[in-house]
């Protein structure tokens, strides 16, 4: 189950002539509501362990646990992971959710009515989730919880902050890239980090799999003579033959995210990329501006193309060389970003009280990733850069 971002409206109204009455909002959706304003209650879970709240985390779109990259204290040791809700703690099990990977990360099962007679939530991972119950309110919730970054950002634009930690995200993958092309050379090393950036976060070491598997120059050994289509056709073949024994996610999410859509669609990109047989650099990305624009194709939209842009061209160009280190740099700051998406949603909406959209720009919304991996999800709420 998974719930969206609670609406800032209160669920009470005052009536014309008689005093203002709580309306209790009912389900699991209340519930998600209460989390993410701050849930006052309870102080412990079911087996004694003190309880703070330390961040809710974001609300998690689409499959999955309600809540990602939650901390909390139990007894006061810290803990980093994902919260699920349910109305009763039966819920759990009712959903299919005690044998599902995607619920291995649940640090903390929040529900209204412990109905069972355990104290913790059960995973066939082995672990024993923390069991909380916060009972539904008399009284009217909490509001909405605000991050010390909100607070920062009504005074002054948090921009500049998150795209120098956009930089810093940069020059990470750029390391990684260059390691790497030392040994592989850059066309290989494209090859690789645009399959990763494709696979999505759950099916990200597959896609690398792929990659190790069948190389670059081994998928340009599989294309007939023939036009394009022949050869996408050819790489897809040899894709999805290369990703059938490993462990693909499939469940939740849009059609077109379906990891065989997408090895698919990369098959399409590659197919123009390298038009020939040898694994050098594409000559459509020979320099800073031709980026997102060569990297359309069937099945890869705009989104996907920025995504590829900035997570696998441009850190694979720098690493190896390719382009001057000043117009990448000014072509990162200028790419527009995708929509805010998952745990940025949150993050884009807090920062929003100087500057309407802080994340428009790649750099920015890389740099929030960056905030996010390593402030929002380990603890540091108030002691990041923008706070």
Not at 52 to 67: E, K, N, T
Not at 356 to 378: D, E, F, I, K, V
Request: hydrophobic share 45%; with cysteine; proline share 11%.
């Amino acid at each position: 189950m998974s719930v969206l971002a609670p609406a800032r409206s209160a669920p009470w109204r005052a009536l014309a002539e008689e005093p203002a009455v709580y309306a209790p909002a009912r389900g699991e959706a209340a519930l998600a509501e209460r989390w993410f304003a701050g849930l006052g209650a309870p102080s412990r879970v079911e087996d004694g362990r003190r309880l703070r709240i330390r961040f809710p985390g974001v609300p998690a779109p689409g499959y999955g646990p309600d809540a990602r990259d939650a901390v909390i204290e139990l007894d006061g040791a810290e803990l980093c992971g994902d919260v699920e809700l349910h109305l009763r703690a039966s819920g759990w099990h009712a959903h299919g959710h005690h044998d599902d990977p995607a619920y291995a990360r649940v640090v903390l099962h929040v529900v209204e009515e412990n109905d069972g007679a355990s104290l913790v939530t059960p995973h066939a991972s082995g672990r024993a989730i923390p069991l909380a119950v916060a009972p539904a309110p008399s009284t009217p919730p909490l509001p909405g919880f605000s991050p010390p970054c909100a607070a920062t950002a009504t005074r002054s634009s948090p921009v500049p902050a998150l795209e120098r930690l956009g930089l810093e995200r940069l020059r990470a993958k750029t390391s990684r890239a260059a390691n790497w092309s030392a040994a592989r050379g850059p066309g290989p090393v494209l090859y690789a980090l645009a399959l990763e950036t494709l696979a999505g976060r759950r099916n990200r070491e597959s896609f690398a799999e792929v990659a190790r598997r069948l190389p670059l120059p081994a998928l340009l050994e599989t294309a007939p003579a023939g036009g394009s289509e022949e050869r996408a056709e050819a790489f897809a073949a040899a894709l999805l033959n290369a990703a059938s024994a490993l462990p693909l996610v499939r469940h939740g999410g849009r059609p077109a995210a379906a990891p065989e859509r997408r090895l698919t669609a990369f098959a399409a990109l590659a197919a123009r990329l390298w038009p020939g047989p040898r694994p050098e650099w594409p000559e459509t990305l020979a320099e800073p501006a031709s980026v997102p624009r060569a990297l359309r194709a069937p099945g890869i939209g705009a989104g996907a193309a920025l995504e590829l842009a900035v997570n696998a061209v441009l850190p694979a160009a720098l690493g190896a060389r390719l382009w001057p280190e000043g117009a990448a740099l000014d072509r990162f700051r200028a790419l527009p970003a995708p929509a805010p998406y998952g745990q940025l949603r949150s993050l884009a909406g807090w920062l929003s009280a100087a500057e309407s959209a802080p994340l428009a720009r790649a750099a920015a919304l890389q740099g929030a990733l960056q905030l996010h991996a390593r402030h929002c999800s380990r603890g540091g709420c108030g002691a990041c850069p923008l706070s």
